[in-house]
């Protein structure tokens, strides 16, 4: 089993920016890749961003060049650094691990961009 605990969501307004944290714990030796889902309400839950253990990252092209996602190994911890924040990005965003046993979880984080 993997247990994930996300923090860092909140109001901020448009241009701003918020950092996500996804910190991972449990069967960690498992996971092959962590990444972010985003839920909008009414819209399907879209792939924001993955990182793979060897550090290669993909991005979906609404927030290519404002997004960046990282790791820290020490802390088995993944980041997600949002800037430029718009309207559109308000959503719930959700950390997910994909491991050879099945994909685990976080609780999801509101991040909400309003003036």
């Known amino acids: 089993q993997v247990q994930l605990v996300e923090s860092g969501g909140g109001l901020v307004q448009p241009g701003g920016s918020l950092r996500l944290s996804c910190a991972a714990s449990g069967s960690i030796f498992s996971i092959n890749g962590m990444g972010w889902y985003r839920q909008a309400p009414g819209k399907q839950r879209d792939l924001v961003a993955h990182i793979t253990n060897g550090g290669s990252t993909n991005y979906a092209d609404f927030v290519k060049g404002r997004f960046t996602i990282s790791r820290d190994n020490a802390k088995n911890t993944v980041y997600l650094q949002m800037n430029s924040l718009k309207p559109g990005d308000t959503a719930v965003y959700s950390c997910?691990?994909?491991?050879?046993?099945?994909?685990?979880w976080g609780q999801g984080t509101q991040v909400t961009v309003s003036s």
């Open positions: 997910y691990a994909r491991s050879s046993w099945g994909t685990y």
